[in-house]
T-cell receptor, first 113, second 115 residues
Framework: DTAVSQTPKYLVTQMGNDKSIKCEQN?????MYWYKQDSKKFLKIMFS???????INETVPNRFSPKSPDKAHLNLHINSLELGDSAVYFC????????????FGPGTRLTVT | AQKITQTQPGMFVQEKEAVTLDCTYD???????LFWYKQPSSGEMIFLIY??????QNATEGRYSLNFQKARKSANLVISASQLGDSAMYFC????????????FGQGTELSVKP
């Protein structure tokens, strides 16, 4: 059973398109996160939701919009994709925002051409 | 200012030997956590070990131990008896407990284990 799953695993699209990445966790966790890993392997947090409430919103272009329909899901929608959005996007979850261990999904490799 | 610094972009170690991966951090928050994650070539992020700022003893998990030196603000990862499967990127990360679970990552160290 996959604890944190993401779809799709790979996403290739053209500049200007709008795309979504889905994340689901079956761990019963309250808190979920989105991280971006760039081409130099640097990981940076983008957003965090706790029980469907946005609690972390880093300096991210407003073309990126997270949505949490319920506490088991955190989706990432990206409008007007740009070349610089090419990266690996990781979803993660933790028991709550005070919990020390975050479980990561397998990542979604987004390539914008 | 860089909050988490990993100064070794790449490291080599002979199989069965021990290796230390360096990590220094910077925070004024007295309550924080330090983590190490492993990222193999397949890309997933694997949690290895955690150290809380108030923990008195160094954390250990199997072949992994965290050498926590609070005064020096360092949290080095020690891998004992290296195996070929340990070849991967290793990331040090910190969570300041007043930041709602936000992990701040270092630049990573690529470890290669030689047979």
């Amino acid at each position: 059973d996959t604890a944190v799953s993401q779809t799709p695993k790979y996403l290739v699209t053209q500049m200007g398109n709008d795309k979504s990445i889905k994340c689901e966790q079956n761990l019963g966790h309250d808190t979920m996160y989105w991280y971006k890993q760039d081409s130099k392997k640097f990981l940076k947090i983008m957003f965090s939701y706790n029980n469907k409430e946005l609690i972390i919103n880093e300096t991210v272009p407003n073309r990126f919009s997270p949505k949490s329909p319920d506490k088991a899901h955190l989706n990432l929608h990206i409008n007007s994709l740009e070349l610089g959005d090419s990266a690996v996007y990781f979803c993660a979850s933790s028991q709550d925002r005070a919990s020390y261990e975050q479980y990561f999904g397998p990542g979604t490799r987004l390539t914008v051409t | 200012a860089q909050k988490i610094t990993q100064t070794q972009p790449g490291m080599f170690v002979q199989e069965k030997e021990a290796v230390t991966l360096d990590c220094t951090y910077d925070t004024s928050d007295p309550s924080y956590g330090l983590f190490w994650y492993k990222q193999p070539s397949s890309g997933e992020m694997i949690f290895l070990i955690y150290q809380g700022s108030y923990d008195q003893q160094n954390a250990t998990e199997g072949r992994y131990s965290l050498n926590f030196q609070k005064a020096r603000k360092s949290a080095n990862l020690v891998i004992s008896a290296s195996q070929l499967g340990d070849s991967a990127m290793y990331f040090c990360a910190m969570e300041e407990h007043n930041q709602g679970g936000k992990l701040i990552f270092g630049q990573g160290t690529e470890l290669s284990v030689k047979p």
